[in-house]
């Protein structure tokens, strides 16, 4: 061992390389399921930013193509492959609309349909609405408190007045690129620790 590798404590001639660490899974979930809506527009434009990252695999998880029954009504076969999809995912971006001052009846009933398949994973949270969606935000992080899904601080916030053309063509201004791809480290770098401790 030479005097270098004694100085740092290993030896450089003989370690072994280090293996490529597996990217996350991270799943960007659709709130809204009514007619006309926009979230699809924003979804596509938070994988843009997750793809072009490249720090994780990034899908669009669309509550409305799971036909998901309201909870204690049905056991439907969407509920199961709602929680296998979440178990497969290693953390969250929700695409929040505000509804009267909170979530889409859809995603508190698509949230209360899964328990475990939540727990220990890391979230991020993009919201639109009147006033950027953060009433609804808000109310999503105490649900998520909850169900042991950490939530990450950066929260970037769509303004229906600004960030929409007439209020339905997304056309997102260049001030939330900051935000966008700091969420997106934040979720990961959670991800990541979180994995170890499921």
Not at 187 to 196: E, R, S
Request: with cysteine; glycine share 10%.
């Amino acid at each position: 061992m030479g005097f270098l590798d004694k100085l740092f404590g290993k030896n450089t001639a003989t370690e072994e390389p280090k293996m490529t660490e597996e990217k996350l899974n991270i799943g960007i979930i659709l709130s809204s399921t009514r007619e006309g809506r926009v979230s699809p527009q924003v979804g596509e434009w938070v994988k843009g930013y997750g793809d072009k990252k490249g720090n994780a695999n990034y899908e669009i998880v669309d509550i409305k193509e799971y036909d998901l029954p309201f909870l204690g009504t049905a056991d439907a076969p969407g509920i199961a492959k709602w929680n296998e999809k979440l178990a497969s995912l290693d953390g969250f971006i929700f695409v929040v609309a505000e509804y009267n001052h909170s979530i889409t009846g859809a995603l508190k009933n698509a949230l209360d349909l899964a328990r475990e398949a939540w727990y220990n994973k890391s979230a991020g949270i993009v919201s639109y609405g009147s006033t950027g969606g953060a009433r609804a935000a808000e109310h999503l992080r105490g649900i998520c408190g909850e169900l042991n899904i950490a939530d990450v601080r950066t929260h970037p916030t769509l303004s229906l007045f600004l960030d929409f053309e007439n209020g339905t063509d997304f056309k997102p201004q260049n001030i939330h690129d900051d935000n966008m791809n700091m969420l997106l480290d934040q979720v990961v770098t959670w991800g990541k620790a979180l994995k170890t401790v499921r």
